[in-house]
């Protein structure tokens, strides 16, 4: 079963990229500003005790027991890792890669899949305000977020699966 939900989401995965020609080792390398650092894909099931504590961490849903995730190191050190979590933001899900660096503090995001209409979508400049912040951080839009006048929903979003990826880091990872 395990096997079945872990190709499932791959596929999913698999299908968001080749619709937007998104390379993550790309994404990463620039996000890293090195092109010799080294990735590795990986997988990660959380337990039901696992998604109880992230949710109560993050303050909200947790969206799926698998998360796809990359650990990027230089010279074996490790500089961080990305999670990749798909969030349901009006009636289709977006893909966010979360980046944080080996201190658990938010590296930066990158929207990689966006099925809404793309007056919806968060701009860069907009997604810069994460930087830097940590589990410590309340990462709520509207509060220490900003809002997107006619994108409160992204925004929303957004924040929430930030904070699901940092408990991911913290806890998992």
């Not at 990463?28 to 109880?52: A, F, G, P, Q």
């Not at 698998?66 to 969030?87: C, D, F």
């Not at 007056?119 to 940590?134: A, C, H, L, S």
Request: proline share 2%; glycine share 4%; hydrophobic share 40%.
């Amino acid at each position: 079963m395990t096997q079945k939900i872990t190709l499932i989401f791959a596929l999913f995965i698999t299908t968001l990229f080749a619709q937007e020609n998104i390379s993550i080792d790309e994404l990463l390398k620039t996000n890293y500003d090195d092109s010799t650092i080294t990735i590795e894909k990986k997988s990660l099931i959380l337990t039901k005790e696992d998604v109880e504590t992230i949710q109560k961490l993050a303050n909200t849903k947790v969206g799926s027991k698998i998360v796809r995730y990359y650990r990027v190191t230089k010279n074996e050190e490790l500089l961080g890792n990305a999670i990749l979590l798909k969030q349901k933001i009006r009636t289709k899900n977006a893909a966010i890669l979360y980046m944080v660096d080996a201190n658990n503090s938010m590296k930066g995001l990158e929207i990689v899949s966006f099925k809404e209409p793309s007056e919806y979508k968060p701009n860069d400049e907009w997604t810069k305000v994460f930087e830097g912040k940590t589990g410590e951080d309340m990462l709520i839009a509207g509060k220490d977020i900003p809002t997107i006048s006619g994108a409160t929903l992204s925004a929303r979003a957004i924040a929430d699966t930030a904070r699901v990826a940092l408990a991911i880091v913290e806890q998992k990872l």
